[in-house]
């Protein structure tokens, strides 16, 4: 992370480098959940796990929109097995079989880790009357 010297301020990221930092990988690995491979639920923080570059670095920036997790066996088929990975902006990766076909294996939904109780203010249709409410 580069630096304003004045107070410190991050005003840019390394990406030049082709290990991503800790903060870095720990945001891809949360943001994927699993290994990215269609069907595979190896979770993204498991010990077997890989950071992978979608276009391979130092062509491809070690970023946030160029790295995805993959267990060994799914980042060797990518890499050795013909295998064609395509990562869109929305984060989505096509893949494409030897055989031509293809599968897509879109970002799992955000969920929001903060429950909310009901705003006590907001009335609904329910409670509108004039009743009480037992």
Request: glycine share 6%; with cysteine.
């Amino acid at each position: 992370i580069f630096t304003r010297p004045a107070d410190g301020t991050a005003v840019a990221l390394d990406q030049l480098s082709y290990r991503p930092g800790k903060i870095l990988g720990e945001f891809v690995k949360a943001r994927d959940v699993r290994c990215r491979f269609p069907s595979c639920a190896r979770p993204a923080f498991a010990e077997s796990i890989d950071l992978d570059h979608g276009i391979p670095w130092p062509r491809g920036k070690t970023s946030a929109t160029n790295l995805s997790a993959k267990c060994r066996s799914h980042h060797r088929l990518k890499t050795h097995g013909r295998w064609l990975h395509e990562q869109r902006p929305d984060g989505t990766i096509v893949w494409t079989a030897p055989t031509g076909h293809q599968y897509l294996d879109p970002l799992p939904p955000v969920l929001d880790p903060i429950p909310h109780e009901p705003d006590p203010t907001s009335a609904t249709a329910d409670d509108t009357d004039d009743e009480p409410p037992f």
